[in-house]
């Protein structure tokens, strides 16, 4: 049965960073393409970050790019998102989501398996 489970959400002051963790198990990480959603009250859910299956490759969004980065790291089975210069409007719950797909997509049905969210509130 595969499992995605995130953690490391809190409530933080903006420009303050966090680190996000996705841990697999049931599937290799490395083997999916996987992505970071987040959906804000009242908003639909979108993709913010994502690594692709079997690459190097990685995607971020227009709105996280040079405060956010995505990685993976097999010997972990887990997938990372370091959100740096965080912004009250980063505040969202946090999804990650797999796709036996090799190609970042935005999706959602393309993703099989989702997590259950994690909270991320930046607020002073």
């Known amino acids: 049965q595969v499992q995605l489970v995130e953690s490391g959400g809190g409530l933080v002051q903006p420009g303050d960073s966090l680190r996000l963790s996705c841990s697999a198990s049931?599937?290799?990480?490395?083997?999916?393409?996987v992505a970071w959603f987040r959906q804000a009250p009242g908003k639909e859910r979108e993709i913010v970050a994502g690594?692709?299956?079997?690459?190097?490759?990685?995607y971020l969004a227009d709105s996280v790019k040079g405060r956010f980065t995505v990685s993976r790291n097999n010997a972990e089975n887990t997938v990372y998102l370091q959100m740096n210069s965080l912004k009250p409007e980063d505040t969202a719950v946090y999804y990650c989501?797999?796709?036996?797909?090799?190609?970042?997509?935005?999706?959602?049905?393309?993703?099989?398996?989702w997590g259950q969210g994690t909270q991320v509130t930046v607020s002073s």
């Open positions: 690594t692709i299956r079997t690459s190097s490759r990685t």
């Open positions: 049931g599937i290799a990480v490395n083997t999916v393409t």
């Open positions: 989501a797999a796709a036996y797909r090799g190609i970042i997509t935005t999706t959602e049905s393309d993703y099989r398996h």
